[in-house]
Protein backbone atom coordinates (compact mmCIF):
# COMPACT_ATOMS: atom_id res chain seq x y z
CA UNK A 1 0.00 0.00 0.00
CA UNK A 2 1.55 3.35 -1.17
CA UNK A 3 0.72 5.99 1.08
CA UNK A 4 3.52 7.62 0.17
CA UNK A 5 1.73 8.74 -2.86
CA UNK A 6 -0.21 11.05 -0.13
CA UNK A 7 3.03 12.34 1.66
CA UNK A 8 5.72 12.91 -1.38
CA UNK A 9 5.19 15.42 -3.95
CA UNK A 10 5.21 12.97 -6.36
CA UNK A 11 6.32 13.35 -10.19
CA UNK A 12 3.55 11.20 -11.85
CA UNK A 13 3.37 11.81 -15.25
CA UNK A 14 4.03 10.52 -18.67
CA UNK A 15 6.21 13.04 -21.05
CA UNK A 16 5.45 14.01 -24.68
CA UNK A 17 8.74 11.79 -25.71
CA UNK A 18 7.98 8.82 -23.92
CA UNK A 19 4.68 8.62 -26.18
CA UNK A 20 6.35 8.87 -29.42
CA UNK A 21 8.43 5.97 -28.35
CA UNK A 22 5.57 3.85 -27.70
CA UNK A 23 3.31 1.49 -29.96
CA UNK A 24 0.72 -1.09 -29.32
CA UNK A 25 1.85 -4.54 -29.90
CA UNK A 26 -1.92 -6.50 -29.66
CA UNK A 27 -1.38 -9.66 -32.09
CA UNK A 28 -1.88 -9.45 -35.31
CA UNK A 29 -1.71 -5.39 -35.72
CA UNK A 30 0.06 -4.15 -38.60
CA UNK A 31 0.56 -0.92 -37.18
CA UNK A 32 -0.07 -0.02 -34.13
CA UNK A 33 1.69 3.34 -34.13
CA UNK A 34 1.03 5.73 -33.32
CA UNK A 35 -1.24 5.32 -29.98
CA UNK A 36 -4.35 7.62 -30.15
CA UNK A 37 -4.04 9.77 -27.09
CA UNK A 38 -7.42 10.36 -24.58
CA UNK A 39 -6.16 12.93 -21.79
CA UNK A 40 -8.12 13.25 -18.62
CA UNK A 41 -5.43 15.48 -16.88
CA UNK A 42 -2.20 17.38 -18.80
CA UNK A 43 0.46 19.15 -16.54
CA UNK A 44 2.93 21.25 -17.46
CA UNK A 45 6.17 21.17 -15.77
CA UNK A 46 9.44 22.89 -15.82
CA UNK A 47 11.97 20.71 -16.74
CA UNK A 48 16.09 22.33 -17.13
CA UNK A 49 16.52 23.06 -21.03
CA UNK A 50 19.99 21.20 -22.11
CA UNK A 51 19.60 21.98 -25.89
CA UNK A 52 22.07 19.42 -26.74
CA UNK A 53 20.14 16.97 -25.21
CA UNK A 54 17.23 18.25 -27.08
CA UNK A 55 19.29 18.37 -30.43
CA UNK A 56 19.97 14.88 -30.03
CA UNK A 57 16.73 13.31 -29.60
CA UNK A 58 14.90 15.15 -32.76
CA UNK A 59 16.95 12.90 -34.60
CA UNK A 60 15.18 9.84 -32.54
CA UNK A 61 11.59 11.42 -32.74
CA UNK A 62 8.61 11.17 -35.48
CA UNK A 63 8.14 14.70 -35.58
CA UNK A 64 4.61 14.74 -37.03
CA UNK A 65 3.40 12.23 -34.33
CA UNK A 66 4.52 14.70 -31.79
CA UNK A 67 3.29 17.81 -32.87
CA UNK A 68 -0.02 15.95 -33.43
CA UNK A 69 -0.05 14.59 -29.73
CA UNK A 70 0.78 17.91 -28.56
CA UNK A 71 -2.18 19.63 -30.30
CA UNK A 72 -4.19 16.67 -29.06
CA UNK A 73 -3.52 17.98 -25.63
CA UNK A 74 -3.88 21.49 -26.32
CA UNK A 75 -0.19 21.82 -27.31
CA UNK A 76 2.54 22.75 -29.89
CA UNK A 77 0.70 25.27 -31.59
CA UNK A 78 4.11 26.93 -32.46
CA UNK A 79 5.41 24.13 -34.07
CA UNK A 80 6.56 24.68 -37.26
CA UNK A 81 5.24 21.58 -39.47
CA UNK A 82 8.70 19.79 -40.23
CA UNK A 83 12.00 20.00 -38.47
CA UNK A 84 13.65 23.19 -40.08
CA UNK A 85 16.82 22.65 -41.99
CA UNK A 86 19.41 23.56 -39.19
CA UNK A 87 17.79 22.79 -36.05
CA UNK A 88 20.86 21.83 -34.61
CA UNK A 89 21.50 25.54 -34.04
CA UNK A 90 18.08 27.06 -34.23
CA UNK A 91 17.52 27.66 -30.12
CA UNK A 92 14.53 28.89 -30.69
CA UNK A 93 13.00 25.80 -32.52
CA UNK A 94 15.13 23.80 -29.68
CA UNK A 95 13.34 25.73 -26.96
CA UNK A 96 9.95 25.03 -28.57
CA UNK A 97 11.05 21.41 -28.77
CA UNK A 98 12.40 20.97 -24.96
CA UNK A 99 8.82 22.28 -24.13
CA UNK A 100 6.59 19.82 -26.05
CA UNK A 101 8.97 17.17 -25.59
CA UNK A 102 9.86 17.23 -22.08
CA UNK A 103 7.18 19.46 -20.37
CA UNK A 104 4.04 18.61 -21.21
CA UNK A 105 2.83 15.31 -19.21
CA UNK A 106 -0.30 13.19 -19.24
CA UNK A 107 -1.49 12.59 -15.87
CA UNK A 108 -4.36 10.35 -16.82
CA UNK A 109 -5.74 8.65 -19.58
CA UNK A 110 -5.82 6.26 -21.95
CA UNK A 111 -3.49 5.09 -24.64
CA UNK A 112 -5.88 3.27 -27.44
CA UNK A 113 -4.02 1.17 -30.58
CA UNK A 114 -5.29 2.70 -33.61
CA UNK A 115 -5.77 -0.52 -35.25
CA UNK A 116 -7.37 -3.02 -32.61
CA UNK A 117 -8.96 -0.09 -30.37
CA UNK A 118 -7.58 -1.64 -27.27
CA UNK A 119 -6.90 1.02 -24.62
CA UNK A 120 -3.82 0.87 -22.56
CA UNK A 121 -4.69 2.94 -18.87
CA UNK A 122 -2.46 5.63 -17.96
CA UNK A 123 -2.13 6.29 -14.29
CA UNK A 124 -0.50 8.75 -12.61
CA UNK A 125 1.66 9.00 -15.57
CA UNK A 126 2.26 4.89 -15.70
CA UNK A 127 1.28 3.42 -19.01
CA UNK A 128 -0.28 -0.07 -18.23
CA UNK A 129 1.07 -1.47 -21.27
CA UNK A 130 0.47 -5.24 -19.98
CA UNK A 131 -2.33 -6.97 -23.37
CA UNK A 132 -5.51 -8.23 -22.45
CA UNK A 133 -5.92 -11.91 -22.88
CA UNK A 134 -7.69 -11.11 -26.08
CA UNK A 135 -4.87 -9.16 -27.29
CA UNK A 136 -2.56 -11.27 -26.68
CA UNK B 1 0.03 -16.58 -18.65
CA UNK B 2 2.30 -19.32 -17.14
CA UNK B 3 1.28 -19.90 -14.09
CA UNK B 4 5.10 -20.82 -12.29
CA UNK B 5 5.73 -17.04 -13.50
CA UNK B 6 2.18 -16.24 -11.98
CA UNK B 7 2.44 -17.44 -8.72
CA UNK B 8 6.55 -17.33 -8.53
CA UNK B 9 7.61 -14.41 -9.68
CA UNK B 10 5.15 -12.04 -10.74
CA UNK B 11 2.26 -12.16 -7.35
CA UNK B 12 5.60 -12.66 -5.25
CA UNK B 13 7.32 -9.17 -6.20
CA UNK B 14 4.31 -7.57 -6.31
CA UNK B 15 4.36 -8.64 -2.48
CA UNK B 16 7.29 -8.29 -1.52
CA UNK B 17 8.27 -4.93 -3.50
CA UNK B 18 9.01 -2.61 -0.90
CA UNK B 19 11.30 -4.75 0.90
CA UNK B 20 12.84 -6.10 -1.80
CA UNK B 21 13.12 -2.33 -3.15
CA UNK B 22 14.65 -1.72 -0.09
CA UNK B 23 17.63 -3.89 -0.88
CA UNK B 24 17.83 -2.87 -4.06
CA UNK B 25 20.17 0.44 -4.37
CA UNK B 26 23.61 -0.08 -4.84
CA UNK B 27 24.30 -0.28 -8.74
CA UNK B 28 26.50 -3.00 -10.03
CA UNK B 29 29.69 -1.40 -11.38
CA UNK B 30 29.72 -2.89 -14.77
CA UNK B 31 26.28 -1.68 -15.29
CA UNK B 32 26.85 1.48 -13.90
CA UNK B 33 30.06 1.36 -16.74
CA UNK B 34 27.81 0.41 -19.45
CA UNK B 35 24.89 3.25 -18.99
CA UNK B 36 27.64 6.27 -18.17
CA UNK B 37 29.77 5.20 -21.80
CA UNK B 38 26.27 5.74 -24.09
CA UNK B 39 26.59 9.15 -25.15
CA UNK B 40 24.57 11.97 -24.19
CA UNK B 41 21.43 11.45 -26.21
CA UNK B 42 21.18 7.76 -26.07
CA UNK B 43 17.66 5.95 -26.17
CA UNK B 44 18.06 3.55 -23.55
CA UNK B 45 15.83 0.60 -22.63
CA UNK B 46 15.86 -0.48 -18.87
CA UNK B 47 13.84 -4.16 -19.62
CA UNK B 48 12.81 -5.03 -15.91
CA UNK B 49 14.10 -1.97 -14.26
CA UNK B 50 12.50 -2.63 -10.72
CA UNK B 51 12.51 0.08 -8.43
CA UNK B 52 14.47 2.03 -10.66
CA UNK B 53 17.49 1.34 -9.38
CA UNK B 54 19.38 1.85 -12.57
CA UNK B 55 17.71 5.50 -14.53
CA UNK B 56 19.19 8.06 -12.96
CA UNK B 57 22.71 6.68 -14.20
CA UNK B 58 23.13 8.86 -16.93
CA UNK B 59 21.34 12.14 -17.20
CA UNK B 60 22.27 13.12 -20.49
CA UNK B 61 20.41 9.69 -21.97
CA UNK B 62 16.73 9.18 -22.25
CA UNK B 63 15.45 6.16 -20.11
CA UNK B 64 12.31 4.44 -20.18
CA UNK B 65 11.99 1.66 -17.99
CA UNK B 66 9.26 -1.30 -17.78
CA UNK B 67 8.62 -3.99 -15.30
CA UNK B 68 5.54 -6.08 -15.10
CA UNK B 69 5.49 -5.76 -11.19
CA UNK B 70 3.25 -2.56 -10.89
CA UNK B 71 4.31 -2.16 -7.40
CA UNK B 72 7.69 -1.50 -8.47
CA UNK B 73 6.71 0.52 -11.46
CA UNK B 74 5.48 2.78 -8.91
CA UNK B 75 8.08 3.16 -6.72
CA UNK B 76 10.55 4.04 -9.80
CA UNK B 77 7.72 6.22 -10.78
CA UNK B 78 7.64 8.15 -7.62
CA UNK B 79 11.39 8.66 -8.04
CA UNK B 80 10.61 10.87 -11.20
CA UNK B 81 11.76 7.98 -14.05
CA UNK B 82 9.94 7.21 -17.30
CA UNK B 83 8.21 3.54 -16.45
CA UNK B 84 5.93 1.54 -18.20
CA UNK B 85 3.91 -1.70 -17.02
CA UNK B 86 4.88 -4.33 -19.30
CA UNK B 87 5.71 -7.87 -20.36
CA UNK B 88 9.20 -8.47 -21.53
CA UNK B 89 8.05 -10.86 -24.40
CA UNK B 90 6.04 -7.83 -25.71
CA UNK B 91 7.64 -4.51 -25.06
CA UNK B 92 5.77 -1.53 -26.44
CA UNK B 93 8.49 0.38 -28.31
CA UNK B 94 8.82 0.70 -31.72
CA UNK B 95 11.03 -1.24 -33.96
CA UNK B 96 14.76 -0.37 -33.98
CA UNK B 97 14.48 2.62 -31.73
CA UNK B 98 17.08 2.27 -28.93
CA UNK B 99 20.91 3.14 -28.97
CA UNK B 100 20.92 0.63 -25.82
CA UNK B 101 19.49 -1.74 -23.55
CA UNK B 102 19.75 -3.21 -20.66
CA UNK B 103 17.82 -6.27 -18.70
CA UNK B 104 19.27 -7.38 -15.05
CA UNK B 105 18.24 -10.16 -13.49
CA UNK B 106 15.19 -10.54 -15.29
CA UNK B 107 15.78 -13.02 -18.23
CA UNK B 108 16.18 -16.12 -15.19
CA UNK B 109 12.66 -15.69 -14.22
CA UNK B 110 11.02 -17.30 -17.21
CA UNK B 111 9.85 -20.69 -17.08
CA UNK B 112 10.72 -22.29 -20.28
CA UNK B 113 14.21 -21.58 -22.87
CA UNK B 114 11.06 -20.64 -25.60
CA UNK B 115 10.34 -17.89 -23.18
CA UNK B 116 13.67 -16.89 -22.35
CA UNK B 117 14.77 -16.71 -26.07
CA UNK B 118 11.79 -14.66 -26.74
CA UNK B 119 12.69 -12.13 -24.22
CA UNK B 120 16.03 -11.72 -26.30
CA UNK B 121 14.59 -11.52 -29.51
CA UNK B 122 12.11 -8.82 -28.02
CA UNK B 123 15.30 -6.76 -26.80
CA UNK B 124 16.75 -7.55 -30.09
CA UNK B 125 13.86 -6.05 -32.08
CA UNK B 126 13.81 -2.42 -29.86
CA UNK B 127 17.80 -1.58 -30.28
CA UNK B 128 19.21 0.14 -33.42
CA UNK B 129 21.56 -1.43 -35.76
CA UNK B 130 24.40 -1.65 -33.70
CA UNK B 131 23.04 -0.66 -30.85
CA UNK B 132 24.32 -2.07 -27.59
CA UNK B 133 22.63 -4.74 -25.21
CA UNK B 134 23.86 -5.78 -21.86
CA UNK B 135 21.70 -9.23 -20.13
CA UNK B 136 22.66 -10.32 -16.44
CA UNK B 137 21.08 -13.52 -15.30
CA UNK B 138 22.26 -15.77 -12.05
CA UNK B 139 24.78 -18.48 -12.38
CA UNK B 140 23.90 -21.76 -11.66
CA UNK B 141 28.13 -21.55 -9.79
CA UNK B 142 27.87 -19.30 -7.80
CA UNK B 143 30.66 -17.84 -5.60
CA UNK B 144 28.86 -18.84 -2.29
CA UNK B 145 27.17 -21.63 -3.24
CA UNK B 146 26.01 -24.19 -5.68
CA UNK B 147 22.52 -24.79 -6.90
CA UNK B 148 21.95 -28.88 -7.42
CA UNK B 149 19.69 -28.29 -10.48
CA UNK B 150 18.70 -25.39 -12.95
CA UNK B 151 15.38 -24.67 -12.26
CA UNK B 152 14.58 -23.40 -8.64
CA UNK B 153 12.41 -21.90 -5.87
CA UNK B 154 14.52 -19.66 -3.59
CA UNK B 155 13.43 -18.57 -0.24
CA UNK B 156 12.66 -14.43 0.23
CA UNK B 157 11.75 -14.35 4.23
CA UNK B 158 9.56 -10.71 4.01
CA UNK B 159 10.48 -9.05 7.23
CA UNK B 160 7.06 -8.24 9.39
CA UNK B 161 7.13 -4.29 9.11
CA UNK B 162 6.98 -4.95 5.27
CA UNK B 163 3.79 -7.23 5.50
CA UNK B 164 0.42 -6.17 4.61
CA UNK B 165 -0.63 -5.63 8.03
CA UNK B 166 2.42 -3.52 9.31
CA UNK B 167 1.69 -0.12 10.25
CA UNK B 168 3.56 1.65 7.74
CA UNK B 169 3.61 5.06 8.66
CA UNK B 170 6.65 6.42 6.67
CA UNK B 171 7.92 5.69 2.94
CA UNK B 172 9.65 2.79 1.78
CA UNK B 173 12.41 5.44 1.06
CA UNK B 174 12.18 6.47 4.75
CA UNK B 175 12.52 3.16 6.22
CA UNK B 176 15.33 2.38 4.32
CA UNK B 177 16.97 5.61 5.56
CA UNK B 178 15.70 4.52 9.11
CA UNK B 179 16.66 1.06 8.85
CA UNK B 180 18.96 -0.32 5.62
CA UNK B 181 19.18 -3.96 4.73
CA UNK B 182 22.49 -4.97 4.29
CA UNK B 183 23.32 -7.81 1.66
CA UNK B 184 25.66 -10.73 2.84
CA UNK B 185 29.43 -9.95 3.17
CA UNK B 186 31.77 -12.53 0.59
CA UNK B 187 33.43 -14.78 1.88
CA UNK B 188 30.58 -16.76 3.43
CA UNK B 189 30.92 -20.36 3.49
CA UNK B 190 29.77 -23.06 0.65
CA UNK B 191 26.35 -24.03 1.08
CA UNK B 192 23.63 -26.19 -0.68
CA UNK B 193 20.76 -24.08 -1.90
CA UNK B 194 18.12 -25.68 -3.76
CA UNK B 195 14.48 -26.40 -3.38
CA UNK B 196 11.60 -28.68 -4.18
CA UNK B 197 9.52 -27.75 -6.60
CA UNK B 198 6.25 -26.91 -5.15
CA UNK B 199 7.60 -27.63 -1.19
CA UNK B 200 6.26 -25.90 1.53
CA UNK B 201 9.60 -26.02 3.63
CA UNK B 202 12.79 -23.43 2.86
CA UNK B 203 15.91 -25.44 2.12
CA UNK B 204 17.88 -25.63 5.10
CA UNK B 205 18.84 -22.72 6.36
CA UNK B 206 22.08 -21.22 4.51
CA UNK B 207 23.79 -18.73 6.89
CA UNK B 208 25.74 -20.15 9.82
CA UNK B 209 27.23 -17.71 12.81
CA UNK B 210 28.95 -18.38 15.86
CA UNK B 211 28.23 -15.54 17.23
CA UNK B 212 25.86 -14.87 20.27
CA UNK B 213 23.09 -12.97 19.77
CA UNK B 214 20.90 -10.45 21.63
CA UNK B 215 18.18 -13.16 22.12
CA UNK B 216 15.71 -10.00 22.59
CA UNK B 217 15.77 -8.23 19.80
CA UNK B 218 15.38 -9.75 16.33
CA UNK B 219 17.91 -7.14 14.65
CA UNK B 220 21.42 -6.06 15.78
CA UNK B 221 21.74 -2.37 15.07
CA UNK B 222 24.63 -0.36 15.10
CA UNK B 223 28.14 -0.37 13.40
CA UNK B 224 29.54 -2.71 16.04
CA UNK B 225 28.25 -5.98 14.42
CA UNK B 226 31.11 -8.15 14.27
CA UNK B 227 32.62 -9.06 10.84
CA UNK B 228 32.16 -12.84 11.12
CA UNK B 229 28.10 -11.76 11.77
CA UNK B 230 26.85 -12.81 8.55
CA UNK B 231 23.92 -11.64 6.97
CA UNK B 232 20.78 -13.83 7.77
CA UNK B 233 18.06 -13.91 5.69
CA UNK B 234 18.08 -15.93 2.52
CA UNK B 235 17.48 -13.16 0.36
CA UNK B 236 21.33 -13.36 0.17
CA UNK B 237 21.09 -15.84 -2.37
CA UNK B 238 20.27 -13.05 -4.41
CA UNK B 239 22.49 -11.60 -6.63
CA UNK B 240 25.53 -10.33 -4.51
CA UNK B 241 26.80 -6.59 -3.64
CA UNK B 242 29.69 -5.31 -2.54
CA UNK B 243 30.06 -5.50 0.71
CA UNK B 244 29.33 -2.08 2.37
CA UNK B 245 31.45 0.01 4.87
CA UNK B 246 31.44 -1.23 8.59
CA UNK B 247 29.87 1.94 9.67
CA UNK B 248 26.96 1.40 7.71
CA UNK B 249 24.22 -0.30 9.75
CA UNK B 250 23.47 -3.68 9.73
CA UNK B 251 20.31 -5.60 10.81
CA UNK B 252 20.51 -9.14 10.67
CA UNK B 253 19.10 -12.43 11.75
CA UNK B 254 20.38 -14.05 14.12
CA UNK B 255 21.36 -17.55 13.69
CA UNK B 256 19.31 -19.26 16.24
CA UNK B 257 16.39 -18.36 14.67
CA UNK B 258 17.50 -19.67 11.50
CA UNK B 259 14.65 -22.41 11.45
CA UNK B 260 11.56 -21.54 9.25
CA UNK B 261 9.07 -21.82 12.16
CA UNK B 262 11.15 -19.62 14.01
CA UNK B 263 10.82 -17.20 11.09
CA UNK B 264 6.96 -17.47 11.26
CA UNK B 265 7.08 -17.05 15.17
CA UNK B 266 8.77 -13.86 14.71
CA UNK B 267 5.76 -12.68 11.92
CA UNK B 268 8.34 -13.29 8.38
CA UNK B 269 6.41 -14.38 5.71
CA UNK B 270 8.51 -16.32 3.03
CA UNK B 271 7.83 -16.69 -0.68
CA UNK B 272 9.31 -18.99 -3.06
CA UNK B 273 10.94 -17.06 -6.30
CA UNK B 274 11.49 -19.05 -9.47
CA UNK B 275 14.57 -19.15 -11.23
CA UNK B 276 16.39 -20.68 -14.37
CA UNK B 277 20.01 -20.66 -13.12
CA UNK B 278 22.46 -20.66 -16.11
CA UNK B 279 25.19 -22.46 -17.00
CA UNK B 280 28.62 -20.87 -18.19
CA UNK B 281 27.96 -20.61 -21.95
CA UNK B 282 24.50 -20.95 -21.73
CA UNK B 283 23.47 -17.39 -22.36
CA UNK B 284 25.67 -16.77 -24.78
CA UNK B 285 24.58 -20.38 -26.88
CA UNK B 286 21.20 -19.03 -26.83
CA UNK B 287 21.82 -15.74 -28.88
CA UNK B 288 23.88 -17.93 -30.97
CA UNK B 289 21.21 -20.24 -31.61
CA UNK B 290 18.17 -18.24 -31.59
CA UNK B 291 18.88 -14.47 -32.22
CA UNK B 292 19.94 -13.66 -35.56
CA UNK B 293 20.56 -9.86 -35.40
CA UNK B 294 22.63 -9.87 -32.24
CA UNK B 295 26.14 -11.06 -31.66
CA UNK B 296 27.34 -11.71 -28.28
CA UNK B 297 30.88 -9.56 -27.74
CA UNK B 298 31.50 -11.09 -24.45
CA UNK B 299 30.15 -13.28 -21.45
CA UNK B 300 31.30 -12.81 -17.87
CA UNK B 301 30.91 -13.85 -14.41
CA UNK B 302 29.92 -10.63 -12.30
CA UNK B 303 28.42 -10.81 -8.61
CA UNK B 304 27.30 -14.42 -9.04
CA UNK B 305 25.56 -13.76 -12.85
CA UNK B 306 26.61 -14.79 -15.85
CA UNK B 307 26.52 -11.10 -18.10
CA UNK B 308 26.44 -11.20 -21.91
CA UNK B 309 27.22 -7.98 -23.80
CA UNK B 310 25.83 -8.03 -27.72
CA UNK B 311 25.31 -5.81 -30.26
CA UNK B 312 22.68 -5.64 -33.00
CA UNK B 313 24.26 -6.40 -36.03
CA UNK B 314 24.48 -3.17 -38.43
CA UNK B 315 21.91 -3.95 -41.78
CA UNK B 316 23.75 -3.67 -45.06
Same mark, same amino acid.
Given at each position: ILTCCMLLTCLLRMKLLTHNMLTSHVKGVKNGYPLKIHAKNVKENAVECNTEFIARMISKIDFAVLKAAAQTL?????? %?DSVPE????DEDFLKKMHHVMLEVELMEGELE? %???GQRFPVSEGIPNMLLTEDGL | MDSMERDHVHSVYSQIAPHFSDTRYKPWPRVEEFLRSQPPGSLIADVG????????????AYKLGSDICPELVSIARQRGYEVAVCDCLHLPYRTGLFDAAICI????????EERRLAALRELSRVLRPGGNLLVYVWAMEQDGRKFDRQDVLVPWHLQPKYS???????TSQAKAKMDPIVPRKRGNPKRRCGA????ETAPTPCCATNEPTQ????FLLG????????????????PSIPPLSPSQQQPSLPS????DGNLRELGYQTFLRYYHVFQRGELSDLFARGVDDLVVKEEVFDHDNWCVMAQKVLKI
Open positions: GFGTEL %PNYESC %PES | CGNGKYLGLNPLAVVHHLSTPGANLNAEEGSASLPSSCPDSMVERQVQELSHLGQ
